[in-house]
């Protein structure tokens, strides 16, 4: 269904990419949190030294792990009306929210 200007209707994927850059910023932040200088490429708690509002420092660790679940499965849903045509743009979700660097 593609989105024409000035119609009522909304394409999945505009729902869909802001969740992926929000998932994608705070799975940063957690690994600037729990990761090592190596693992990371470049000086771990730069961000707190830098006293960074990140996710893990205003909702904590636990609760930003489960905010890139969440924001995962909702991506997915919201792009499974596209079927086998999704199965990449999950795989990205994945992809996203698995990373360790």
Known sequence: MPHHPGSNHIWPGERDLPRRGI??????DIIEAEGNT???????????DKDKATFPKIIGLDASK????DLFNQSNDAISVF??????????????????S
């Open 23 to 28: 998932a994608f910023q705070i799975q940063d």
């Open 38 to 48: 190596e693992q990371i490429g470049k000086p771990s708690q730069s961000d707190e």
């Open 66 to 69: 489960r905010r890139v679940l």
């Open 83 to 100: 079927g086998e045509k999704s199965e990449g743009l999950k795989y990205l979700a994945k992809i996203i929210t698995e990373r360790t």
